[in-house]
Structure formats: C-alpha cells, structure tokens
C-alpha cells in the first residue's frame, strides 16, 4: 500500500532517531570544544590556585603538594614552572623546562597586546596578577592554552596544556558519534519495522475487513483478543457485521416477498382482465341466443306449438350451459385462491373409475363410443377422492366429445414407484403443438366450433389443472398419430 500506516509510523521514527543524531552531532562539532577549552580553563585555574597556595604556605617543596601536582598535571595535561625573581627555577612539571621558561619570558616581558608580535594571541582572561590566552607556537605548528603572571608570594609561573589534544578528543568523538548514530539507526530502523508490523498488523486486517464489507462481504471476522483501542475496534466492527448481514438479509426478504407480491397483484389483474373478457366472450352467444329466441317467441313468430316448444327448448339448453360454466368458474376460483380445502383419503383408483364409466353408459352408447377399460386389481392411493373424481370425469368429458374415426376411448394404468398413472385416450385427431401447452388455460379452445357444438367452456381443463396442482401431483397430455392421451398421477403410498 503507497500511503501505509506502517511505513509512516516507520518513517516518523527514522527520521526522528536520524534528526536527533543529526542534531547531536551538530551540538558536538560546534560546541564540544568550546566545552573542553572551558573546562580546561577551570583545570588550569584550579592548578593556579593550589600552586598559589603552596607557595604562600611554604609547601611547594612538600611531598603531598608534588602528588598533588603531578595528578592535576597528568589528570589534564598540564605543564608548569615557577620561578623566583632571580630567575632560579623553584618548581617544575615538564619534560621540557627550558621551553616553558622561554615561554614564560616572552610573555611577561613582552606582553603588549598591541605588539604585532602578539597577533597569535587570543587572551581569554586578564587580572592584575595573570592572564590566560590561547597562543601558537609556530616551531611546532601546535596551540596551547597557556596562563602565566606572579603568585601572591611574588614568584613568577607559567601554566601550559596543548589544545590539539582536544580538537582530536572532539574529532574522534565526533567520528564515534556518527558511526554509532549510522549503527543505531539501522538496528533501529529494523526493530522499528518489526514493531510497526506487529503494530499496524491488526489495523490492516481491519483495513480489509471494511473493503469486503463495502462490497457486502460479511463473512470475515476480525480474530485478535486483547483490551486495547484497536482489538475493541475489531470487535466492533464484527458487532457490526452482523448487524449489517442480519439487516439485509431481512431487507432482501422482505423485498423478494414485496416482489412477490407485486407479481401476484399483477398476475391477479391479468387473471381478471382475461376473466371478464373471457367471461364476457361466453356468454355473448348464449345470451344472443336467449334473447334472440325470446323476442321471437313473445312477437308469435312461431305459431304452432311445436315451433314454440323448439324455441324454449333452445333457451333453457343454453342457460343450462350458463349456469354449468358459471358452477364450473366458481369451483376453479375455489381451486386458484386456495378456498378449498384438500382432504387426503385413502381409496381404491379402479373402483372410481370403473363405477364413473358405468354411470356415464347412457353418455357412451348415445356417441356410439367402445371405451376399453383395462381390467386390474384395486390400486389403493392417497388424494381427495371427489376432487379425483372431478379430474377422470373432465378427462372422459373430453375424450368423448373429442373422439372420431375409430371412436375409441381407452382407460389405463400404469405403476411405478409408489405411483400410479391413469390416462384417458380418444382416437382422433391429435393437438397442434402450439397448442398442448395451452389446453390448460381457462377458456381456451383448440377447435372452437367443435366445442361450441357440445357446449363445452373450456374451463375443464383449467380445473383439472388447479386441482392436481392443489394435491402437488402431476398432470399433462400426450400427443399419438391416432389420438390424444391426458394423464393424471397419484401416490400410491
């Protein structure tokens, strides 16, 4: 990630640790020496005032006063002498006397600050009894810090330490401080980027976390434990996951349910539309009819009684028909709208069928129909069995009055599976296959003269349709060279 928490916490550190090294380094080169050449004024006054001291008590030549010079002397790199005023050395700590006390000539003899000769000079202190300056000694190529006047007891002294020593104590401090600091900083920045990692890991599992649940991915949960801002976070977050999952899932419920029911409102108005047209289309004729026959019956038309006879004899069939269709549309609103109740009953197939063919004999014989009824042992199954009834007695209805050429009907069964299916087939003509998927449908007519001829309605089928759906069984119509077959199944067991 190019702006990642990790590399910036990282990089505030390093940059932090290298400014502050940096810094110090800095402070080091420009003011360290300052530092030393201030403490080594100190340690040079403080040599003054014990040599001072020794002189005026009369313990110079004394063997503590000696320790005690030696170990300033070694402690900060001094040399010293002192003389009288006879020029007689009364005390020395140096390799070389003679320098120090040419020294010591040439700077209290010849000590006018504004003598060019003094130009290497840089005094530093001036009382009435010393002075301090740095000087350069142009033999050796080397600076000094030296201090040089008259004790209380009248004697002259020189006080010496050289300053190259301490540009290369700050130099190679300097140097020491760096590659230490560069060191540092390395081992720094990997300890950095270990903890960062450790750090930042569970903030960027949370990072993830929320781009899956943009895209409303709630599966992933956040799996730290632990107190602190960022687990409590993560277990927010999780809370919130469910919340959110929970919450849609009733949204989307609710909408797909809200879907339905603006599906089934729009099936329903559909179903209403094409109810009371077709409804209406129905009984068009037979009321044409009736009233057609009825006017000519009260104009006297027809004044012989059996034209009268004829004509009421018209007028009470198709109201027959009207109020068959009108029974018939109510059964299926009953059947659609779930109305009527199915009750499951166990009974024996072949009985209802054989007694329903037994009872429609008059039906058979005035159509001249042969029905083959297969011959079969009780085949016992659950359904409702008037609603069974119903569906043989549409079948049959139809296979009668659809039957030609051979004028066969031919009843059968046929088990398997804990089923049994029944079908009905007619000889005749068979269904046009843009029609076998729409015989089901109310009002619908293959031939619609044929069916106007024996008063059907075509609803038949649509009951048909609404009751094995109510009972979850299936149903259809197979198409043959010779006929037609309709088939119902039910369970067996």
């Avoid at 919130?240 to 339905?260: M, P, R, W, Y």
């Amino acid at each position: 990630m190019k702006h990642s928490i990790k590399k910036q916490i990282a990089g505030i550190f390093i940059a932090l640790m290298t400014g502050t090294i940096g810094m110090c380094l800095l402070i080091n080169q420009l003011f360290l020496e300052r530092i030393y050449i201030k403490h080594k004024e100190n340690a040079i006054l403080s040599a003054f005032a014990s040599i001072n001291e020794a002189t005026t008590n009369g313990d110079i030549s004394s063997e503590n006063f000696d320790k005690e010079l030696r170990l300033i002397c070694d402690t900060y790199n001094i040399s010293m002498i002192v003389i009288d005023a006879s020029s007689n050395m009364i005390k020395s700590a140096s390799n070389d006397s003679n320098i120090l006390l040419r020294r010591l000539y040439d700077n209290v003899f010849n000590n006018d600050k504004n003598n060019p000769a003094n130009a290497d000079k840089k005094y530093l202190l001036s009382t009435e009894n010393y002075d301090m300056a740095t000087t350069y000694d142009r033999a050796f190529g080397t600076e000094y810090l030296e201090m040089w006047g008259v004790l209380d007891s009248g004697n002259l002294f020189l006080i010496r330490s050289p300053l190259e020593s301490i540009r290369d104590s700050v130099e190679i401090s300097t140097r020491f401080l760096m590659y230490i600091g560069v060191i540092a900083t390395f081992i720094s920045a990997i300890i950095i980027w270990i903890l960062t990692t450790k750090i930042t890991k569970p903030i960027t599992q949370l990072s993830q976390i929320s781009t899956k649940m943009i895209n409303l991915d709630f599966e992933t949960r956040y799996e730290g434990k632990g107190d602190n801002e960022v687990e409590l976070l993560g277990a927010h977050m999780n809370q919130l996951a469910d919340t959110l999952e929970k919450t849609i899932s009733e949204l989307k419920t609710a909408n797909n349910e809200l879907q339905k029911d603006i599906e089934k409102k729009e099936q329903i108005d559909e179903m209403r539309k094409e109810f009371l047209s077709n409804v209406s289309h129905e009984l068009k004729t037979p009321l044409a009819l009736i009233q057609g026959y009825a006017e000519g019956l009260k104009e006297g038309i027809s004044q012989d009684e059996e034209s009268r006879n004829f004509y009421c004899d018209v007028i009470m069939d198709e109201a027959n028909k009207m109020n068959s269709m009108v029974k018939k549309l109510l059964d299926l609103n009953q059947l659609e709208f779930g109305n009527d109740v199915v009750t499951m009953e166990r009974f024996d197939i072949t009985s209802l069928v054989k007694n329903f063919v037994q009872s429609a004999d008059i039906l058979i014989k005035q159509n001249d129909v042969q029905v083959l009824l297969e011959e079969h042992e009780p085949i016992y199954v659950w359904a409702d069995e008037f609603k069974t009834e119903e569906v043989f007695r549409n079948y049959f209805s139809n296979a009668l009055n659809h039957v030609n050429e051979k004028k066969t009907v031919e009843i059968r069964y046929h088990l398997e599976a804990h089923k049994v299916r029944v079908s009905v087939f007619n000889t005749g003509d068979p269904i046009p296959e843009e029609s076998l998927n729409r015989v089901w449908e109310k009002f619908y007519k293959v031939d619609k003269a044929r069916t106007r001829e024996y008063g059907g309605s075509g609803v038949g089928l649509s009951i048909v349709k609404a009751i094995m759906e109510s009972m979850n069984q299936k149903y259809g119509v197979n198409n043959y060279q010779n006929g037609v077959e309709f088939w119902f199944e039910l369970e067996t067991k």
